[in-house]
C-alpha cells in the first residue's frame, strides 16, 4: 500500500513535473496570442483615425462658399452706336434677359469704359430697375434693360457719349453675387444690327405640325448670320437661321415630326444676332402651339419682297405648308390683287410643277411679279394655294400707296436764295431727279436726292439764274417708277425806296426793301457807309422778304447825291438816291453898315446836319470873335436842318470888311459872308 501510495505519488509528480518540464510551450502559445490581438487593434485604431482625419478635412473644405452660378446665356447685351456732329461715339447700350431667374430691381448694374474709366456714366453703378420700362417689378423674361450715355438724369451731368473705339465692361451682381459679366468692343462705327419684327407661319401651328420663324433684320452681321433659340419642336441650342434672298427675310423651318410631342401653349423662344463691330441684337418670338384637328391640313402665308410703292414691280410670294399624308401631289398657286373696294386688278399664276412631296409636312415657296398701279390707292393681295387629291387654302395681306408730292420751302425769293425742297411717297432707297423750271439740280447744299427707307427726301439749292420776276415750276421725279410731282415758286426782283428823297445831314430817312430773301439778313449802305443800326425797324426780312428800316443821314455827305444799296444774302443788290442839301447861309445886316456894339445882324442857314450844333465868328481886322449867345434864336440847327441866330456885332479893329463863318460842327464844314463894318 505504502509503496503503491509511493507510486502514486510519484506518479503525480511525475506528472506536476512533467508541467512543470514544459511552460515554455504553454507560455509561447500564450504570448503569441497576445500579440495577434494587439496587431489587429493597431490597425483598426490606424483606420479609424484615417477615417477621422478625412471627415475633419472634407467637413473643413466643405465649408468653402462656392462661386455664384453663372450663365452666360442668361443675358445678351449690345452697344448702341451713333454719330454726333461727325464724329462716332457709343451712346449707350440695351442688356436683355434671356434665361434664368427673375433679377430684382435693386441689382447693381456696373458699366466700365476701357478709354475714358472716370467719365459719368462709368464712376459707380444704377439700379436694374433705373433702365426697366415703366411700371416694370421685376426684371422678366424677354425684359431689356436700356441705358443712354448722353442722359442727364443719369449722373447729373452732360455727357454726350464714349467715343469709339472703346471696351464696354458690363457687370451684374444681385445679392453679392456676380450673375453676369461680359466685355462689348466698340472697335468702329457701322450700322448696329436691328432686329425689326420676328413671326411664325402658319401663326399658330398646331401639334404635330410644321412652322417657320421669320425675322426681319437689318444693318451689319458678323459673317452674315442670325441664329435662333428656344423654340418649341427643337433640342436646346444655337439654330443658324437662312437668310431668303426672295423675301430678304432671315428663317428656320421646324419640321412636323419635332412638334408631335409638344404640349399645347404659348412659348417664346428668340433671334440673337452679332453686329460688324460687336454689338449685338436680341428679339423674342411668341411660337403658339395650338391643339390641331386630326387629318391633313393646308396654310399659305403671302410676303412681299419689298415695302410697295407706286409703279414698283413688287415680288409676291406664297408660303404653302401642307401637313398629311399625300405624297407627290400637284400643288398650283395663284395671286390676285383687288382694290378695297373688291375690284380686280391683276391676276397670275406661279410656276408650274410644284409637288407636294409628303407625306410629312413640309413647305412650299411659289412667287410671281406684279407691277404697282401709279397713284395712292389701297390694295389687297391674295394668294390661294391648291393640292390635287386634298383642297385648297388661301392667305392675304393688304397694303396703301401713296404718290409722289413735293413742297418747297420759302415758296418766294430772289435769284441766289437759298431754298429746300421736299418730297414724299417717292420708291424706297432710290434716287430722284430735279427740275427748276428748266434747270436741272444735281447738287445739294445740304440734303440728297437720294430716298429714305420710308420714299422721302431733301434737297436745299439756290434760286438759280435767268428767272427774274418768274414763276417757275419745280418737278421731281421718281428714278424707279417714273412718276413725277410738281411745284411752283415764285421768282422775286429786290427793291427799295427811300422817304424823304433829300434833306440836311442828320435827318432821319426810312428806308423799305421788298422781294429779298425771306427770314435773312439784308446789308444796307449810305453811300460808303455802311448802315447796322436802325433807329426804327429791322434789316432782317419778314416772312414775305420785306424790311424797312429807318436811320440819320450821316454827316460829311451836303451838297451830293448819295446811292443807297441793300444787298440780299444771295448777291442780289436794289438801290436808290437821296439828295443831301447843300449848306448856305444869308445875313440880314445892318442899314449902311454896322456899328461894333451896337448893330444887330441875323443869320439864316439851310442844310446843316439835323438837329446839330453851330458855331458862329466875327472876324473884323485881326480880331476874330466868337459868337456864344443869340439874342433872338439857337446856334442848335433844327429838325430839318436851319439854323437862326441874331446878334450885336462885337468890337473890333475898325471899319471895314468883316467875314461872318459858320460851322456846321457834326461835319466840321463851313459857310461864309462878309458884311461892311463902319
Known sequence: MTSGTVRSGSSFRSRRNDAGSHPGPRRRWRAGGRRGVSDVIATILLLALTVTLFAAIFAFVTTFPGPPAQNSNQFSASLISGSVSGKNYILGLNITHLAGPQVSLGAQVYLKSAETPSACPFTGFVTAGSGLPTGATVWNLGQTWSRTFSSASWCGSTYVGDPVPDNITVDIVQNGNLIYSVILPGQGFTVP????????????????????????????LVGNKAYLTGVPGEASGVLPMFYNSTTGYWQYSILAGNTSAVTTGTYTGF?????????TATAAVTVSIVAGSSGQALTVGLFLSSPPAASATETLQALVTYNGGLQSAGLTVGFWANTSTGTNLWSGTGPSGLKISGPTSESVYSQTTWVVPSGPQSYVLRASATVAGFGSAA??????????????SPTQGPTGASIQVSGTGFTLSSTATLVFGTSSITTCTSGSLTTSATGTFGCTFAVPTGYASTSPTITATDVSSGLTATTSFTVTTPGITVSPTSGAMGISVTVSGTGFSVSSAVTLKFGTTAEATCTTGSLTTSATGTFSCAFAVPSKNWGT???ITATDPGGQTATTTFSVTTMSISTSACSGSCTPGSSTVTVTGTGFTAGGTVKIYFKDGATNTSVTTCTTGSLTASATGTVSCVFTVPSGDGAGTATLSVEDVSSATWVTKSITVA
Open 271 to 279: 433671334v440673337n444676332v452679332t453686329g460688324a463691330y460687336g454689338t
Open 193 to 220: 444690327p436691328t432686329i425689326t419684327s420676328t413671326w411664325t407661319s402658319p401663326g399658330s401651328p398646331t401639334s404635330g405640325q410644321a412652322y417657320t420663324v421669320y425675322a426681319s433684320i437689318s444693318g451689319a
Open 395 to 408: 392667305g392675304s395681306l393688304s397694303f396703301t400707296t401713296v404718290s409722289p408730292a413735293i413742297t418747297v
Open 561 to 563: 447825291s448819295q446811292t
